[in-house]
């Protein structure tokens, strides 16, 4: 699940990294719980590297009007210029975004799918 060698595993248990124990047999035994913990962590401190390209041609800069929310779901509304797109996404995706009303994204549209995207606040060139 955590895509590491018996040998990361070995020097993660060594160094605290994850917490293990040994069975009867002398294996090591690691919870479910602190595999999850370790995914999250990584998922969290994990650095993405930016969107150079992208084969979606359908792309509408806009503003966040209006998001419903309860804990599964939620609905996001964005103007984009005359346009009224909304999008159908998890309730986790809003809040991992950090989405609230007053935002820019970016509406990409595919097939019959709106994805949001968050534009950076300063354009980076090499």
Known sequence: MLGISIE?????GGDGTIRMERSAGGQRVV????????????RRTRVDRPIVAQSARNRFPGVVTRIERDGVAAVVEVMAGPHRL???LTAEAVIELGLKVGDEVVC??????????????????E
């Open 8 to 12: 990361t595993l070995r020097r993660w």
């Open 31 to 42: 919870a479910v719980a602190e595999v999850s913990r370790l995914l999250d962590e990584r």
């Open 86 to 88: 909304v999008s159908l």
């Open 108 to 125: 990409v549209v595919k097939s019959t799918n709106v994805m949001l995207e968050i534009p950076s606040t300063k354009e980076t060139r």
